[in-house]
């Protein structure tokens, strides 16, 4: 898998997260799910973005956003490959991005992505 999103190349940082969440939008998510190959983004799919964004944005993030949402532990391995893809695609920044804003202690999101 490439590491660049071409899309909109200047957005992203060398590992290909979004440097700032707010910039992110669904036709965004489209186009960088397009150039991993990752095939259309169905319902399940939407729910885990969308659950990633809001704890990410509430300032935490869960150990395991999957079985919040009543879905399988390895749900995110299963819809988009690894937990690190769904980050990208949920237009958040990298774990080690100095712009990443700060987590709730015990977060585990931030283990999961490194």
């Known amino acids: 898998m490439d590491d660049s999103t071409p899309c909109h190349q200047d957005l992203f940082d060398e590992q290909g997260f979004l440097e700032d969440p707010e910039?992110?939008?669904?036709?965004?998510?489209?186009?960088?799910?397009?150039?991993l190959r990752l095939g259309e983004l169905t319902e399940t799919h939407w729910d885990l973005i969308d659950r990633l964004r809001g704890d990410y944005l509430e300032g935490h993030a869960r150990a395991d956003p999957c079985r919040a949402l009543g879905l399988p532990a390895d749900c995110a391995e299963r819809l988009f490959g690894d937990m690190r893809t769904a980050w990208r695609?949920?237009?958040?920044?990298?774990?080690?991005?100095?712009?990443?804003?700060?987590?709730?202690?015990?977060?585990?999101?931030?283990?999961?992505?490194?």
């Open 89 to 114: 695609i949920a237009g958040l920044p990298a774990a080690d991005s100095p712009r990443r804003a700060p987590l709730v202690p015990g977060g585990g999101a931030v283990r999961q992505l490194r």
């Open 23 to 35: 910039l992110w939008s669904r036709d965004l998510a489209l186009a960088i799910a397009a150039e």
